[in-house]
């Protein structure tokens, strides 16, 4: 009877055994998972705020050459003699 008791603690021990190392690849995936996540954020963050920098140059450029057309249309319209021929 003794020697059927072990028999069945093993067996319990190498389901516990098999359990834990499932647990464990289990957690493996999910952290590696979050992992690449992460690495993605990171890569997307970069990214976009490179491509803004650039919208912004160029937003920024355009700005300033509506201000020139702005400029040239207001001393257009004060002298209109200027542009006659």
């Known amino acids: 009877m003794?020697?059927?008791g072990g028999i069945?603690?093993?067996v319990n021990v190498g389901i516990a055994v098999q359990a834990d190392w499932e647990n464990r690849e289990?957690?493996?995936?999910?952290s590696l998972?979050?992992?690449?996540l992460f690495e993605f954020?990171?890569?997307?963050e970069a990214t976009t705020k490179?491509?803004?920098?650039?919208?912004?140059?160029k937003l920024d450029?355009?700005?300033?050459?509506?201000?020139?057309l702005e400029v040239q249309v207001s001393n257009a319209s004060a002298n209109?003699?200027?542009f006659a021929t």
């Open 2 to 4: 003794a020697r059927a």
């Open 61 to 68: 450029t355009l700005e300033r050459r509506l201000e020139l």
């Open 33 to 36: 998972n979050v992992r690449r």
């Open 8 to 10: 069945t603690n093993a």
């Open 41 to 44: 954020l990171v890569q997307f």
């Open 26 to 30: 289990f957690i493996s995936n999910i």
């Open 80 to 82: 209109p003699s200027y």
């Open 50 to 57: 490179s491509k803004l920098a650039t919208l912004n140059e």
